[in-house]
C-alpha cells in the first residue's frame, strides 16, 4: 500500500504514517481481520500493491497510536500490548490487547473515535473483538471475567453536551461489553474462519451492516425552507403528514448511504458490489 499526500501535510506526520510499526505477526489472519468484511479483506489481499491511502485519512489513526503510548505510563502490573494466538480450523488466529488485569480479570480496550460512534452503544464489531481476544486469553490460561472499551471522543464538545441530551456528558466514555462463553466465541470464530476461507476462492456480497447502511427516508418539505419539516422512516407515513401539511409541500426521498463503502473503505475503487452500485 502506497502513502500520499495530496493536501501537503507536514513531512514529520506523514513519515511517522509511513512508518506505522504494526504486524500481526506471523499468523493466517488477526482478530481485527476476523471481524471484517470476507470481500474486504480478501480484495485487500489481493490488490496490496495497487493501494493507496491519504496521510490525511489516517491522522486519527496516529493520534490513536499516540495515545496508546500514553496510556502505559499508567500500567504496573496489568499486562499492556501483548499479543496472543490460537489455532482453529487450519488458520492461526492472532491477536493483541490494550490492557488486561490478571487479577480482577478485566480485559480492556481504548479506542480514540467520534461521538457518533458511541450514540447507540457499542458496536457489533466491537463486541466480536473483544470476546475474541477474551477468548485467546483463556486459550493461554487466564481468566477473564469482564470486557470493556474505555472510548476517548476526538470531537467531543461540552457546549453540544449541554444542549443535546442523548449527547456523551464527558470526553471519555467507558463501555461494559457483554461477555460470550468460550463457546460461543469458538463457535464465532469458526464461523468467521470459514467465510474468509471461502472468500479467497469466490467474493461474496458485502451485506447492509457490513457496508453502515443507512436507511432510506422521506423527508416533508416547505416552499422556501432548506431544512425538513419532518423526517420519516416510511413512504406512507410521509404521504399521510403531506396530506395533512396542505399545499406548498412535498415529500424529499432520501436514499440511504453506504458509508463504509462511501468514505472508509480504501478497496472500494476495486469492488465490482460497490462500482455497480453507483
Known sequence: MRITNKFNLPETIVNAIRHDPYSSGPCDISVTRLISPPRKVALERAHFKELEE??????WSLFGQAMHVVLERAENI?????????ERQGWNISGQFDRFDPISGIL?????????????????EWIAQMNILAALLR??????NQLQIVVILRDWSKSMSQRITD???????????????QEKCEEYIDERIRLHQAARDKLPECTAEERWQTADVFALMKEGRK???????SAAEANTALVDAGEKHSI????????????YCPIARFCEQWLGSQ
Open 227 to 233: 431544512t425538513a419539516v419532518r423526517v420519516f422512516s
Open 78 to 86: 496489568a499486562d499492556t500490548e501483548t499479543r496472543y494466538s490460537i
Open 252 to 263: 424529499d426521498h432520501r436514499l440511504g448511504r453506504s458509508i463504509r463503502c462511501q468514505s
Open 139 to 144: 486459550e493461554n490460561g487466564y481468566a477473564v
Open 167 to 181: 449527547y456523551p456528558d464527558q470526553p471519555v466514555v467507558t463501555i461494559d461489553v457483554p461477555v460470550w462463553s
Open 108 to 124: 480492556t480496550d481504548y479506542k480514540v473515535t467520534s461521538c457518533y460512534s458511541v450514540k447507540n452503544g457499542s458496536r457489533s
Open 54 to 59: 491519504d496521510a490525511s485519512d489516517r491522522v
